[in-house]
């Protein structure tokens, strides 16, 4: 049963740069064409896509984050990674990773997620 | 402001069948396919249905999805009080500023 888990700082000061990983087990990341992705949710809003990564390193990115997301993957590893620069309060959610559909982007569904972890942007 | 436009609440009584509207446009839902997700609060969104209306293993078939257009809806049959939730629809923007998109939620009450 394929599992994701989340990790890093729970708490990142203003301007610096967020980073997380996703470690993925019950299943190898590089054995399937499935995408690897991450979506947040700020407290008591919405689902925010950024952005999704294959194994071979191929990326999309929510254009409104482009400038400031790098999502990188590990296979050696069976990671994949989240780093999210010059962050503000704006920044403050509840970050998930999950896995993407396979195939064609139009395909762009996720199962299963991660539990998320809420990661805090404050001085 | 979310690209998918759902309503921000919907009710009824236990027993009763409830329908969620996700509206969008011919970049996203019109030419794209439509999944949806079920948030109980203080946890993970779950997939519920992919593909417009393909539900994954476990999922029961009280849930359903079908897409019509521009726009996408979620019914649920037999309402249980366990299924009172925030649910999301998201698809693929293939817009200028492609990506994945999600409505903004529909808190569901059953009353």
């Known amino acids: 049963q394929l599992q994701l888990q989340e990790s890093g700082p729970g708490l990142v000061k203003p301007s610096e740069t967020l980073s997380l990983t996703c470690t993925v087990s019950?299943?190898?990341?590089?054995?399937?064409?499935?995408?690897w992705g991450w979506i947040r949710q700020p407290p008591g809003k919405g689902l925010e896509w950024i952005g999704s990564i294959y194994y071979s390193g191929s990326t999309y990115y929510n254009p409104s984050l482009k400038s400031r997301v790098t999502i990188s993957v590990d296979t050696s590893k069976n990671q994949f990674s989240l780093k999210l620069s010059s962050v503000t309060a704006a920044d403050t959610a509840v970050y998930y990773c999950?896995?993407?559909?396979?195939?064609?982007?139009?395909?762009?569904?996720?199962?299963?997620w991660g539990q998320g972890t809420l990661v805090t942007v404050s001085s | 402001q979310s690209v998918l436009t759902q309503p921000p609440s919907v009710s009824a009584a236990p027993g009763q069948k409830v329908t969620i509207s996700c509206s969008g446009s011919s970049s996203n839902i019109g030419n794209n396919y439509v999944s949806w997700y079920q948030q109980l609060p203080g946890t993970a969104p779950k997939l519920l249905i992919y593909d417009n209306n393909k539900r994954p293993s476990g999922i029961p078939d009280r849930f359903s999805g079908s897409k019509s257009g521009t726009s996408a809806t979620l019914g649920i049959t037999g309402l249980q009080t366990g299924d009172e939730a925030d649910y999301y629809c998201g698809t693929w923007d293939s817009s200028l500023s492609a990506g994945g998109v999600f409505g903004g939620g529909t808190k569901l009450t059953v009353l």
């Open positions: 999950a896995r993407r559909s396979d195939g064609y982007n139009r395909y762009n569904w996720f199962d299963p």
């Open positions: 019950g299943g190898s990341i590089s054995s399937s064409s499935y995408y």
